[in-house]
């Protein structure tokens, strides 16, 4: 799965590819007691337009 950064302002997703992202296990603990069939990595903030259009303000 690919991980994706999320903008709290206007909500837009954004995909992104980062090896080591992708490559973060389920803990053993987890996997005992759950059947992770998938996995995302969200990264939430502000992507570059809404920083753009706070610095006018
Ligand atoms: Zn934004």
């Known amino acids: 799965m690919e991980p994706f950064m999320r903008c ?5 997703i954004i995909d992104f590819e980062n090896k080591s ?3 973060i296990d389920v803990p053993v ?3 005992k007691q759950f059947n992770v069939i998938n996995k995302r990595v969200i990264l939430e903030g502000h992507c ?10």
């Open 21 to 23: 992202y992708e490559q």
């Open 29 to 31: 603990g987890i996997k």
């Open 8 to 12: 709290l302002q206007y909500g837009a």
């Open 48 to 57: 570059k337009k809404c920083q753009k259009s706070k610095s006018l303000e």
